[in-house]
């Protein structure tokens, strides 16, 4: 865990990320199913994978872009945004999880899944949230 509260560790995990979701893109389940040779419990087996990983993965692509920022920046911005991380991406996942996949309608967005909201909205939340941590870290140690 020490490896990834590094900066170069963050640009890495980031790396691991973007190469996931490429390989998610690339080998839908579709094209998975002509290696399961049409068997149900393969076709089963890959859906319920990618509908349990993907969302995760998708949390993830805020932290792409803020790696490469704070890679740039000192260490302390660097630490002051990783302390944010540490516990605002487990609280997101952890929110993501125990949302409900579907709506009953309640906006009259029946076809968009609660989880999919949720997803939205805490991944956006973060990048924000973080943007205003880094840029105020950065701007304190300016002025000193």
Do not use: H
């Amino acid at each position: 865990m020490n490896s990834l509260l590094t900066k170069r560790g963050a640009l890495c995990f980031s790396l691991v990320v973007v190469v996931l979701l490429g390989g998610y893109s690339l080998f839908t389940p579709s094209s998975l199913f002509d290696s399961c040779y049409n068997t149900p419990w393969c076709q089963n087996y890959f859906i319920n994978a990618f509908n349990t990983l993907v969302p995760y993965l998708i949390l993830s692509l805020p932290f792409i872009p803020l790696s490469f920022i704070t890679f740039f920046m000192r260490e302390e911005v660097f630490q002051t945004w990783v302390r944010f991380a540490a516990w605002c991406l487990p609280l997101a996942m952890f929110l993501t999880f125990i949302t409900p996949d579907r709506s009953g309608g309640g906006w009259g967005l029946v076809s968009i899944s609660n989880k999919a909201v949720v997803l939205f909205l805490t991944s956006f939340a973060f990048l924000v949230i973080s943007l205003f941590v880094i840029g105020i870290k950065y701007l304190m140690l300016r002025k000193k």
